[in-house]
C-alpha cells in the first residue's frame, strides 16, 4: 500500500514494537533498516500516529504508533539527529511515559496472567510453536466447555520442524477437567511450562 | 588477505554454520558481522563479535527473509554475504537481491543458481556433460498418453515427479501400465496444489542404492577442480547421519568417469565457487553388486554443504576460505594434480534428539559439553556449543560434527569411536548411542546397506 505525506512515498506502514519497562513504553524497530526523523524529547505521541522512517533497501516504511499506545516522549534515540541511523530489529526509537498524558496506556499484557492465576492450568511439557488443531483445516483438539481426560492430545508443539503430540495430564491435575480458556493463540512460540488452557475442576 | 578482496562479510546464518564462515574469514584477515535471530543474540559463539538483530527468533521473520537480510548487510557496511548452507543458501533471489544492492554473494552466479534449481533443464545439462542420468521420460510429460509411452519404453516400476516439486510432494509410483493413468494425474494435481505447477516427468525407480556426491570448486576463469567424493548413504528420512570419503564401493574406473564429466558440467554452466553434485549408485543392474554399479546425476547442489569438513579432511584443503577467496574474483590457489586425498575419512552429525524415543527432539541447555582429544589434528569438531548453552526450539537439531581421519576404513572407524565415546554432552539427549550402535555393526563394517535403512540401527 503506497501512500505520500510531506511530499515523501511510502511503500507500507509497520507499527513499531512496543515493550513496557519500569512503567515506561519502549518503542522499537520493527526490523532492520536506515531510520530517519524520530520523535525529539517532550513530543506527544498517540496510537496510529507517525513515529520515524526507515529505509528498507532504498524502499521507505512509515513506522507509526501501535495501538493502545500514548504519551509523552522522555528519551530519544541516541543518533536522533544522525540523517540515517542503522537499527537492528528491537533498537530503540523512543521512550514513552504513558502517564504524561490523559489516557495513557490502554490493555497490554497481563490479560493472560490475570486468567491463570491462581487457577488449575495445563502447562506444556515442549517448548516451540503451538498448534490447537492437528492440520490447518481440521477441528482443533479441544474447544472451550471441552471436557478432557489424562492421556488426551490437546496440542501440536512443532519443535526443530518437527510435530509432537503434547497429551493432557501431570503432576496436580485431576484425570478429569472442562477447558474455560485457550490462553494461546494458533502458531504462538510457547516456553516449557507456559500455562496454555485455563481449567476448571469437574 | 590480498588487494581486491573483502574487508567486511555479512554471515546470513547461524549456528555451526556461521562459526565455520566466522572462522574462515578469520584466517583470511576479513571482519565478518552476524545476522541474528533474537533467539541466538546472546549465543556463545557471537562473544565479541559485531552482530545485527534481524529479528524474532522464527526463521520466517529471520533467517529465511532475504529483505531484511541484504538491508543488514548494507546498513553494516559489508561488501560480501555468505549464506552458508540451508535457510536461503539455494534462493536465486537472495542471490540477485545481493547483486543489485552492490553487495558480492559468496556462491555461484543467480543464473546457474536457477539453472541447477530447476529439474529437467538440471538433467539436460548434466546429460550433455557426460555424466549418466537416471533412465525416464525426456523432459515433461505433455499428457497420459506421453506418459504410458514413456514408461513401457524405460520398464517398471516408475516414478512420477513434479518439475517443481521438493520434499517429497508430488510424487507417484506406478508399478504396471494400468497404474499409469492414476499415477500421474494424481501426481500432477497434488503439483498444482503444493507449488502452483502440474507439469510432471517420470523416471525410473531405483531402489536400494547408495547416495554418492562428488565435491567441485571454480573460479571465475573456467578453472575447476574435484575434491573427491563422499558417501552419505547412511541417511533416516533423507537426512543424512554419517558422511564417508572414498566411498568405500565404488569402482576406481566409475569413479574416474564421473570426476571428469562432473568437471565439465560445472565448466558448462559457468559454475563459481564451491558445489556438490548428487549421485544414485545404481547397482540394479549388476544384481546388487555396488562395486560394478553406475553414478546416476540426481541434482547439483549449488552451496557448500554440511558435510564438506570430509573433503577438508581428506585433502588438507580450506574449502571454505577458497569459496571466499574465488568469489572475490581470485584464481584458484591449487589445480587437480596438486590435491592429493589421504587415507579415510568419515563425519558423524550429532543431533540433539533422543534416538532411543523416535528422534524426538531434545532441546534445552546443555550443562555440559566436553570435546574428545584432537590426536595431533585427524580428530576435528565443528560445533557452535559450549557448556551452558541452550539450543533453541527454532532450528535443526545439529549440534556438532565430529570428523576423524586415518590411513584405513577400520582404523577410522576406531577413532571415531574412541571420539565419540570421550565426549561429554549433558543435559540434552543426543545421537551419540546410535552413531556407536552403526559404527560396531557389521553391516557398516562390511558395506552391506543401502539408503532404505540405517545400518545397525532398528527401523
Known amino acids: 500500500m503506497t501512500t505520500h505525506e510531506n511530499g515523501r512515498r511510502f511503500e507500507q506502514e509497520l507499527a513499531a514494537l512496543v515493550k513496557e519497562v519500569d512503567g515506561l513504553l519502549v518503542l522499537r524497530a520493527p526490523r532492520p533498516g536506515f531510520l530517519r526523523d524520530a520523535p525529539s524529547k517532550g513530543r506527544a505521541l498517540r496510537e496510529g500516529e507517525r513515529c520515524g522512517e526507515l529505509e528498507v533497501l532504498g524502499t521507505l ?25 542503522p537499527v537492528g530489529y528491537g533498537d530503540v526509537i523512543a521512550v514513552i511515559d504513558p502517564k504524561a498524558v490523559a489516557g495513557g496506556v490502554s490493555a497490554s499484557a497481563g490479560a493472560s496472567a490475570a486468567a491463570t492465576s491462581g487457577g488449575l492450568v495445563w502447562k506444556t511439557p515442549l517448548g516451540g510453536r503451538y498448534y490447537g488443531r492437528p492440520s490447518p483445516n481440521a477441528e482443533p483438539f479441544v474447544k472451550v466447555g471441552d471436557v478432557i481426560k489424562t492421556g488426551q492430545t490437546v496440542a501440536l508443539i512443532e519443535v526443530m520442524k518437527t510435530f509432537n503430540r503434547a497429551s493432557y495430564g501431570g503432576a496436580g491435575l485431576p484425570p478429569e477437567a472442562r477447558v474455560e480458556r485457550v490462553l494461546v493463540k494458533e502458531g504462538d512460540d510457547v516456553n516449557a511450562g507456559d500455562a496454555i488452557l485455563a481449567l476448571a475442576p469437574l | 588477505m590480498p588487494a581486491g578482496s573483502f ?4 554471515v546470513a546464518n547461524r549456528g555451526e554454520v556461521a562459526a565455520r564462515i566466522a572462522r574462515a574469514c578469520d584466517q583470511l584477515g576479513i571482519t565478518p558481522v552476524f545476522g541474528v535471530s533474537e ?28 529483505m531484511r537480510v541484504v538491508q543488514a548487510a548494507k546498513q553494516a557496511r559489508c561488501s560480501a554475504l555468505h549464506p552458508g548452507w540451508g535457510f536461503l543458501s539455494e534462493n536465486p533471489v537472495l542471490a540477485a537481491m545481493c547483486e543489485q544492492h552492490g553487495i558480492t554473494f559468496v556462491g555461484p552466479p543467480a543464473q546457474a543458481m536457477a539453472l541447477m ?27 497420459v498418453a506421453a506418459a504410458r509411452e514413456a514408461a513401457e519404453r524405460t520398464g517398471f516400476p516408475v516414478l512420477f515427479k513434479a518439475e517443481s516439486g521438493g520434499g517429497g510432494r508430488g510424487m507417484r509410483i506406478a508399478r504396471h501400465i494400468d497404474e499409469v493413468e492414476r499415477a500421474f494425474t494424481d501426481a500432477s494435481a497434488e503439483a ?71 568437471i565439465r558440467c560445472t565448466q558448462q554452466i559457468g559454475y563459481v565457487g564451491a558445489g556438490t553434485m548428487e549421485f544414485l549408485l545404481d547397482a540394479s543392474g549388476s544384481a546388487g553388486d555396488f562395486t560394478k554399479g553406475t553414478l546416476r546425476f540426481m541434482e547439483m547442489n549449488t552451496r557448500l554443504q554440511v558435510e564438506h569438513p570430509v573433503s577438508e579432511m581428506r585433502s588438507g584443503l580450506d574449502l571454505m576460505s577458497e569459496m571466499i577467496r574465488v568469489c572475490a574474483g581470485h584464481r584458484l590457489a591449487i589445480t587437480q594434480d596438486r590435491i592429493a586425498l589421504r587415507g579415510h575419512v568419515i563425519e558423524c552429525r550429532i543431533n540433539a534428539e533422543d534416538p532411543s524415543d523416535g528422534f524426538r527432539p531434545s532441546p534445552g541447555e546443555i550443562t555440559r559439553f566436553v570435546l574428545p582429544d584432537a590426536e595431533g589434528g585427524e580428530v576435528r569438531v565443528d560445533t557452535h556449543v559450549a557448556s551452558g548453552y541452550v539450543v533453541p526450539p527454532f532450528y535443526d537439531s545439529l549440534i556438532c560434527k565430529v570428523i576423524v581421519r ?20 549433558e543435559g540434552v539427549k ?7 550402535a552403526i559404527l560396531a555393526s557389521d553391516a557398516f563394517r562390511t558395506n552391506r546397506y543401502d539408503t532404505r535403512a540405517i545400518p545397525g540401527w532398528p527401523a
Open chain 1, 61 to 85: 516504511t512509515k513506522l507509526v504508533v501501535p495501538a493502545g499506545v500514548a504519551g509523552l516522549v522522555v528519551d530519544e534515540n541516541e543518533h536522533r539527529k544522525l540523517a540515517r541511523k
Open chain 2, 7 to 10: 574487508h567486511r562479510l555479512f
Open chain 2, 39 to 66: 533467539a541466538d543474540a546472546h549465543a556463545p559463539y557471537t562473544e565479541g563479535r559485531e552482530t545485527v538483530l534481524l529479528g524474532p527468533g522464527r526463521a520466517a521473520q529471520s533467517y529465511l527473509d532475504p
Open chain 2, 117 to 143: 534449481g530447476k529439474k529437467t533443464p538440471a538433467k539436460d545439462t548434466a546429460r550433455r556433460a557426460g555424466l549418466t542420468l537416471i533412465p525416464g521420460s525426456n523432459g515433461v510429460l505433455a499428457d
Open chain 2, 192 to 262: 498444482i496444489a503444493a507449488f502452483g505447477d502440474g507439469r510432471v516427468y517420470m523416471e525410473k525407480l531405483l531402489e536400494g542404492g547408495r547416495h554418492v556426491e562428488i565435491q567441485v570448486l571454480a573460479d571465475r576463469y573456467g578453472h575447476v577442480v574435484h575434491v573427491g567424493e563422499r558417501d552419505c548413504t547412511v541417511q533416516r528420512n533423507h537426512q543424512k547421519l554419517i558422511e564417508e570419503s572414498p566411498s568405500p564401493v565404488l569402482s576406481p574406473e566409475e569413479r574416474e568417469r564421473t570426476f571428469a564429466a562432473a
Open chain 2, 406 to 425: 586415518a590411513d584405513t576404513r577400520e582404523l577410522a572407524i576406531e577413532r571415531m569411536e574412541r571420539a565419540l565415546r570421550s565426549m561429554v554432552v
Open chain 2, 430 to 436: 543426543t545421537t551419540i548411542p546410535m552413531h556407536l
